[in-house]
């Protein structure tokens, strides 16, 4: 069973940028496809990013649009998510996930295709 905590998450003004880290334990880290979700108050957890096993083949929300980046190291068991040009919009609490299961692009568009969560981190853009 995997462990994930992120980090990174606080205020910034719009137009800014964050990255967020996310630090796994207890699994093997390079067999985990993995994801980043977001969830505003009122809202439904919304799906903002995956990437496969090494890398390779990444996905992201249609908000995203080339804002956001997401990356792994597999050496030191994390996985990122670069967000540029921030929007009061983007405002939530942004959660990692990780599933044991090879990437596919439907599937892991899912929250529910997710076996493991962090605790997620505060993301504040403001205006």
């Known amino acids: 069973q995997v462990q994930l905590v992120e980090s990174g998450g606080g205020l910034v003004q719009a137009g800014g940028s964050l990255r967020l880290s996310c630090a796994a334990s207890?699994?093997?880290?390079?067999?985990?496809?993995m994801g980043w979700f977001r969830q505003a108050p009122g809202k439904e957890r919304e799906f903002v990013a995956a990437?496969?096993?090494?890398?390779?083949?990444?996905s992201y929300g249609d908000f995203a649009g080339g804002k956001f980046t997401i990356s792994r190291d597999n050496a030191n068991n994390t996985v990122y998510l670069q967000m540029n040009s921030l929007k009061p919009e983007d405002t939530a609490v942004y959660y990692c996930?990780?599933?044991?299961?090879?990437?596919?692009?439907?599937?892991?568009?899912?929250?529910?295709?997710?076996?493991?969560w962090g605790q997620g981190t505060q993301v504040t853009v403001s205006s």
């Open positions: 990437i496969s096993w090494v890398g390779r083949i990444t």
């Open positions: 207890g699994g093997t880290f390079s067999r985990y496809t």
């Open positions: 996930a990780a599933d044991p299961a090879p990437y596919s692009e439907n599937y892991h568009s899912r929250a529910n295709s997710f076996d493991y």
